[in-house]
């Protein structure tokens, strides 16, 4: 047994795992992710496109738009930044990326923090240097540019659960030892049960899935198809179903409402993917919402299940701090339809008082069961008392 025995405030697996295999440490700081990060990443609209201005403009966008008054904290660069190493062995950034301190002195300046990325192996899935081997050296590199979140990309690894573990756990330690707090982001795609022993290797996310795109059908796939995994999510481990696709074009706002909804009720991270200095009102009102987001956000932590199904018709609930519950009814279908929500199903007694978080709208008092209209592809997202 561990000779530190520490209180883990994680699911049963979770915590055996932390607690009680020798040679597992917990994530840098407690506070890192308590709840589930926010901000925006560049690679659903910019890809490899991103560079320097890019990364600023973002910033600008997510200081002034009320994105940062909602929560999104985090501006982070995904793959394509890379630059050669130095004799020393040093990562550089390419040419799109001038001076990344001084980057990330300007993303501090709008009171936001800065992400990066990079792969447990020798390349990044666009061909860039990875980690491997300069494990320690990039942690530093990270800490000295003022990094404040890695997402650490599969890719080009190779080895089995054993090697895979090793080499998420070598990252993380070597962020440790940075003594600066960064996120630590597993980007693994859900392959051999991340969510199992992601907190193990001081993960505080880790994708569950291949990744999204903007497109309904595998939205709705991935988001979904979470059912199962809410007990492995706890304040400071979250399961991760990909960023959001909000705003990039190819939805309907219905569409778009559901995935926010769904993501939110997951207590998945909330990374927005779209051109932010591009955003119609409606796009910034879907992601800024904050009695939504307030769901995501919820300091008990917990992810959101699947209670009831009935063909396309589906309806989850998240148990929230203050005793209440978020409730998404959902319509998966080709028509509008009627969905129900019985309360015995959710779990608020006889009677309860009901809040449209969509329509910022008191409906009253109910009983045993709540009814709503929903049009395809949508949700109607209450909470109950």
């Known amino acids: 047994m561990h000779s530190n025995t520490r209180t883990c405030r994680l699911s049963v697996v979770a915590a055996y795992i932390i607690c009680f295999l020798p040679g597992i440490v917990l994530a840098q700081d407690p506070t890192i992710a308590a709840t589930p990060p926010m901000g925006w990443n560049s690679w659903n609209h910019f890809a490899c496109k991103v560079n320097d201005q890019v990364v600023r403009a973002a910033a600008d966008a997510v200081a002034s738009s009320g994105m940062k008054a909602a929560g999104y904290v985090y501006v982070n660069i995904d793959d394509c930044w890379e630059g050669k190493r130095d004799e020393q062995g040093n990562i550089r950034a390419n040419e799109k990326f001038p001076d990344m301190k001084g980057l990330a002195d300007y993303v501090h300046s709008q009171g936001l923090k800065l992400g ?21 050296q990039d942690a530093q590199t990270y800490a000295a540019w003022g990094i404040d979140y890695l997402k650490y990309d599969y890719c080009s690894f190779k080895g089995d659960v054993p090697a895979q573990i090793a080499a998420y756990k070598k990252m993380h330690d070597a962020l440790v030892n940075t003594g600066r707090p960064i996120v630590f982001s597993l980007c693994q795609y ?3 049960r991340v969510w199992a022993w992601g907190p193990s290797v001081g993960g505080n996310l880790w994708r569950t899935t291949d990744d999204i795109s903007d497109d309904y059908d595998r939205m709705s796939y991935i988001g979904f198809g979470q059912a199962g995994l809410e007990r492995f999510a706890a304040p400071g481990h979250w399961n991760d179903p990909d960023m959001l696709e909000v705003g990039n074009g190819k939805m309907k706002p219905d569409e778009y409402r559901t995935h926010m909804s769904l993501w939110c009720l ?11 200095s591009k955003m119609s009102a409606e796009t910034l009102a879907i992601l800024t919402n904050p009695e939504v987001i307030a769901l995501d956000q919820d300091h008990a932590g917990v992810q959101g299940y699947r209670v009831a199904q009935e063909g396309p018709l589906e309806v989850w609930v998240k148990p929230l701090a203050d005793g209440s519950k978020a409730v998404g009814l959902f319509n998966r279908g080709e028509s509008k339809m009627p969905v129900t929500g019985y309360f015995r199903d959710v779990g608020v007694g006889e009677s309860a008082t009901l809040r449209d978080l969509w329509a910022h709208k008191d409906l009253g008092v109910f009983k045993d069961a709540f009814t709503a209209e929903v049009p395809t592809h949508g949700v109607v997202l209450v909470k109950m008392k």
Request: hydrophobic share 30%.
């Open 190 to 192: 859900g392959m051999d």
């Open 266 to 276: 997951l207590a998945a991270p909330l990374l927005a993917g779209n051109d932010l």
């Open 116 to 136: 990066i990325y990079s792969s447990p192996g020798p390349k990044t899935c666009a061909g860039y240097e990875g980690s491997f081997g300069h494990e320690e």
